[in-house]
């Protein structure tokens, strides 16, 4: 540990928010992937100005930053490497500002994503980006990452419904990108800067849209007795011109694994069932569930189920929600994937999903967003068993080569971060990756700002990246 | 000239000459004097249960409505001039259309783009699938660039179900109360005076919204006509122009309530951006070929 890093960030926050102890390094050390980092200290600010200050002292040294919200993210993306300083933002956790009548909210970063659509729910609004981590991860994260949820399929995903984002620079500068009226001059940095991962800058102030609640909500549960009908029916509702609010996968193992966890009536004997929910004004919403029942029956649902109430509607989600709960009773240890692939093409890539996972004798479920092709193969075991990591690893590679191979791309939500990295010159050429790089210069000159993640090594000519120790462990 | 049409190899653009990326010119005049680039035109792909398409950039929007709406779907792309813009050119000058408050702005619509770099290399940003965060988010960065970091060759566009009613009313009634009296109506539009609304979707649905509007309204062919210039205000800014309008100093206007465009009779002046924009065309177009539209 530099102790005159640490007595520098000392200076500019206080004792209690700089910390050095093993303990704290260690938790700060990894995110809610199986990758572990080094972590050199770890700050707490409390405003744009403190982190502006830690920013500087942190440049001074030659030292990289590290974004961090809650560390729930699954690619790596807020794993330190080399000792570098993490900035934690969830002190920074208030709600500034709440504009009913123009439907935005002024946020901290450090804002949990419910506790904002909990806070806006008396004025009938919500923030509709829902990822299943709602509950701890915050908005901070939801920016950097682009993060998306079952109801981001008619709503659009974060990108959707961020306006502005106020900036430190990985100088230590302050800059706005985007702005409460539709068109800002120039670019739109605003756009890039969603989803770039903690690698363009720190946010700090964060303008949110907020969303009407609908009047009218249907939910579904459809339970199919293969997973082909299920997937083919996903399909057949996109192609009869619905757009459900979010339209949601879950195979035979994952409901069982569900049901005996919350107890909410998901059908133990099913293949697989599909959870479909559409909002609206009534008359459509009426319509809408009678053609999706009828797609359902005609792919070969047993039984299609409509919540009667909304007790019941939030069981059923509570079931969906609640999956990685459920699945750690199961076993100790889970790699959740994340790839999309062309919605027409799903049943023959999760048909290869299976073949892969029983080739390496692997335990696989399958609990996903269907309606945008976005899957999630999750493989349970324990990593004490020997030679597992291997056999986690050799099938997650050849579950991207397939979903690829599809036409589809590395991750729909979760993000590149450190996991994914190497993966890039799969749907990227040089070129591709040459032009991302550009972006991210723009920001980051001297990329000290999160380095190596999402583009690998030598992605701009003349940069060259050490591979991280630890990285896809 | 055109850029190669068959294997978008980007050879069009080799060299080193000042170029611009033109498309149906219905947004900007090109300069004088500088080589003009076209994208080549046509549907690649279009699998209408996949709710997207692939198109070639020089493609007329009117004729990717067409094809479109002969399978119930459209794209967010809603130029003021169908008949003439091109996919690319919309894409390129950024600007959304009258129903940006339902279907948000043609920013969210472009899934992955093809685009010839300064150096004419053809480069691939995005992804042909309807949610994809793999790398830096280039598509919105080539949303309203207007042909300074590239030229656009090929996009992959998402698709919305084209509503069963579209259905316009006009009356005298405050713009504001009747946005927060409907529920995500697909434009909702005033002159300082008069108050336009587009309601769509289910047929009962839209007579229920239509009724509730009360009897101060009356169906009407279409939207106003709009002044030239787009302003870009908040929306919250809206009001006090009714009020500066009636005092004679504002001249006409037409505002899109709750997203904040007016279109007025003047452009609006311009207005100053981070220099990390700049930073971003240089390192993009170091050698400045690509002339601002
Ligand atoms: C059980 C579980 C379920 C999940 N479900 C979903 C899901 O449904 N959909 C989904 O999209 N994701 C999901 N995730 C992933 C994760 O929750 C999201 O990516 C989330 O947005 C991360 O937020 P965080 O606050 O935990 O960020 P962190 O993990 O702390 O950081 C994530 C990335 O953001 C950067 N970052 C954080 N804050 C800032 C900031 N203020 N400025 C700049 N960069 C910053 C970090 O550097 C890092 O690269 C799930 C994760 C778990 C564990």
């Not at chain 1, 704290?24 to 995110?31: F, G, I, P, T």
């Not at chain 1, 123009?102 to 994503?113: D, F, I, S, T």
């Not at chain 2, 070639?56 to 813009?85: N, S």
């Amino acid at each position: 540990m530099d102790e005159r890093l640490a007595a520098d960030l000392v200076a500019v926050l206080d004792k209690r928010r700089v910390r050095v102890e093993s303990l704290e390094l260690a938790l700060y050390a990894r995110d809610a992937s199986v990758i572990e980092g080094r972590a050199g200290v770890v700050v707490f600010p409390n405003s744009t100005d403190e982190v502006q200050a830690v920013v500087r002292v942190a440049r001074a040294h030659g030292v990289p930053i590290v974004p961090r919200g809650s560390g729930t993210g699954l690619a790596g993306g807020s794993v330190p490497l080399d000792g570098a300083v993490v900035i934690v933002t969830t002190h920074m956790d208030r709600i500034l500002e709440i504009d009913e009548e123009e439907r935005v909210a002024w946020v901290q970063p450090g804002v949990l994503n419910l506790d904002l659509s909990r806070a806006v729910a008396h004025l009938g609004l919500h923030f509709a980006p829902d990822p299943s981590s709602q509950q701890s991860c915050t908005i901070g994260g939801n920016v950097a990452n682009n993060s998306g949820g079952p109801h981001c399929l008619a709503y659009g995903v974060t990108s959707a419904h961020v306006l502005a984002v106020e900036v430190v620079l990985p100088d230590g500068s302050l800059t706005m990108l985007g702005g409460l009226d539709p068109d800002p001059p120039g670019y739109d940095l605003r756009g890039a800067f969603v989803g770039s991962e903690g690698t363009m800058g720190i946010a700090t102030r964060i303008a949110v849209r907020l969303t009407p609640l609908p009047p009218a909500v249907r939910t579904m549960l459809a339970d199919f007795p293969t997973v082909e009908g299920a997937a083919a029916a996903v399909s057949g509702i996109i192609a009869a011109g619905i757009l459900p609010a979010a339209l949601e996968m879950m195979d035979a193992e994952i409901t069982r694994a569900v049901e005996a966890y919350v107890h909410a009536g998901f059908p133990t004997d099913a293949a697989a069932v599909l959870l479909v929910e559409v909002d609206g004004l009534p008359d459509g919403v009426d319509a809408a569930t009678v053609q999706i029942d009828e797609v359902c029956r005609d792919h070969g649902a047993r039984h299609v189920r409509v919540a009667a109430d909304l007790a019941e509607r939030a069981l059923l989600w509570k079931g969906r929600k609640s999956a990685f709960g459920a699945i750690a009773r199961i076993a100790p240890n889970y790699y959740l994937h994340d790839a999309v692939v062309p919605r027409t093409r799903l049943v023959e890539v999760l048909t290869k999903v299976y073949e892969i996972a029983e080739r390496h004798s692997l335990v696989m479920m399958n609990v996903f967003h269907a309606g945008d092709g976005n899957l999630h193969p999750l493989i349970v075991f324990d990593r004490r068993v020997e030679g597992v990591m291997e056999r986690v690893h050799a099938a997650g590679t050849e579950i991207i080569e397939a979903c690829v191979a599809a036409g589809g791309v590395l991750s729909g939500e979760h993000g590149i971060g450190l996991e994914k990295r190497d993966f890039m010159h799969l749907i990227f050429s040089p070129d591709d990756l040459d032009a991302q790089a550009r972006l991210r210069e723009a920001f980051d000159p001297n990329g000290t700002c999160n380095p190596q993640k999402v583009l690998p090594a030598g992605a701009r000519c003349g940069d060259l990246q050490r591979i991280p120790e630890g990285a896809w462990i | 000239m055109d850029l190669n049409g068959d294997d978008l190899s980007g050879d069009g653009l080799s060299g080193d000459d000042p170029v611009v990326a033109v498309g149906g010119c219905t947004q900007f005049t090109p300069p004088a004097g500088v080589r003009q680039v076209r994208a080549p035109a046509g549907i690649v792909a279009y699998e209408p249960a996949e709710m997207t398409v692939r198109v070639r950039a020089g493609t007329v929007v009117a004729e990717l409505a067409e094809a479109l709406a002969a399978h119930g779907q459209m794209a967010a792309l809603d130029p003021a001039v169908p008949d003439a813009a091109t996919v690319g050119g919309v894409l390129a000058a950024g600007e959304s259309g009258l129903r940006r408050l339902r279907y948000g702005p043609v920013r969210d619509t472009l899934l992955e783009a093809r685009f010839v770099s300064a150096e004419g290399r053809m480069v691939k940003a995005g992804g042909p699938v309807v949610k994809n965060v793999s790398g830096f988010d280039l598509c919105r960065l080539l949303v309203g660039s207007r042909g300074t970091l590239g030229v656009l060759a090929e996009v992959v566009v998402r698709l919305q179900p084209r509503p069963a009613v579209s259905r316009w009313l006009m009356g005298a009634a405050d713009p504001f109360a009747v946005r927060r009296r409907l529920y995500r109506p697909s434009s909702v539009l005033w002159d300082g005076e008069i108050t336009w609304v587009l309601l769509e979707g289910h047929p009962s649905d839209v007579s229920a919204e239509a009724s509730a509007l009360g009897r101060g309204f009356v169906d009407a062919v279409g939207p106003p006509p709009r002044p030239p210039h787009r302003w870009s205000m908040r929306p919250s800014a809206l009001p006090a122009l009714a009020a500066s309008a009636s005092a004679g100093l504002d001249g006409a206007f037409v505002a899109e309530v709750g997203v904040g465009t007016v279109h007025r009779d003047r452009p609006q002046p311009v207005r100053p951006v981070d220099p990390l924009h700049e930073r971003v065309r240089a390192l993009f177009d170091p050698g400045r070929r690509f002339a601002a539209a």
